[in-house]
């Protein structure tokens, strides 16, 4: 038989992770704040309880997938955790989710937090890639990944629970710093005769070559402590080239204010470090 499995939560991703474990088999037991949002899961299989104590009261493996961790915090309120398995999806910071996973295991549960890498779209279609990042107790993770994987991959990233909001994070503020280059590209490129769906694979084609080579090689420094690069495009270089890219931006009319601020940092570690070194040092400035 099936792991059962309690799902509190039917927003978007909430209903998708739902239709998920419905199709895989595993009985379900719902609960939504606002009722209505069950009915189509109700008439889909699921078991709709009445409210958040007794739909974690049915099964041992409990799933929380809320707006925030405030949420989360209203929804588990005066419920009875011993002895449950509380994984929650809730998207929170890192010092959140240690938190609530204080809160939970001192409540008699055990505790693991998720991040989750993808759109609802993507749930319960494995050939889409998505994957939700799991960290806290190990134990709960061995014991329910093959429940786990059923609506997207899984990748466990230590027993911190705060270090699945971490991971998650960090790779949304990279996703976020690359989409401030490529709005920078294409401004430039506006007032221009350049076809926008003609330069959007050179773009892409750029970005995806630039970037694993270059993550991978600050990784390797910061690991290092040796930021000395290997490549032709030093600090130094690459510091005297800035003035052409501001202002290209200028006479284009576009506002430098997406790169400028990487550009001094730039400027700022070639100051206090050495020509010779990579980009890395940026990182060692932005701790400050
Ligand atoms: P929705 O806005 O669609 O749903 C929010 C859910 O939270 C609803 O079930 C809502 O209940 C419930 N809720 C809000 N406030 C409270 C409260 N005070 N008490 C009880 N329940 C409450 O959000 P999603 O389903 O899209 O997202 C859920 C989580 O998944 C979020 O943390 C989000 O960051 C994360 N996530 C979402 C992604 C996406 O693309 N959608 C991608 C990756 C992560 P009600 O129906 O009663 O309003």
Known sequence: AKTPV?????????????RAWLAAGHPLTVWNRTAARAEALAAEGATVAPDAAAAVAANDLVIVCLLDDASVGAALDGVDLTGKDVVDLTTTTPAQARAR????????????????????????????????????????????????????????????????????????????GMFAGVAHAFALIRKEDVDPVAFAPLLSEWISAMAGPHVTRTADQLKSGDYTTNVVSNLGMQTAGTPTFLSTARGQGVSPELLAPYFDLMRRRLAEGSPEEDLTGVVDLLLR
Do not use: K, N
């Open 6 to 18: 309690t799902l509190l939560g039917l927003g978007a991703m909430g209903t998708a992770l739902a």
């Open 101 to 176: 996973a204080a809160s939970v295991t001192s409540r008699g549960a055990r505790h693991l937090d998720g991040g989750i890498m993808a759109v609802p779209p993507m749930i319960g279609v494995p050939e889409a890639g998505g994957y939700v990042f799991y960290s806290g107790s190990p134990e709960l993770f061995e014991t329910y990944r093959h429940v786990l994987a059923v609506p997207a991959g899984t990748r466990f990233v230590g027993s911190d629970p705060g270090h699945a909001a971490l991971h998650d994070v960090a790779l949304l503020s990279a996703m976020y």
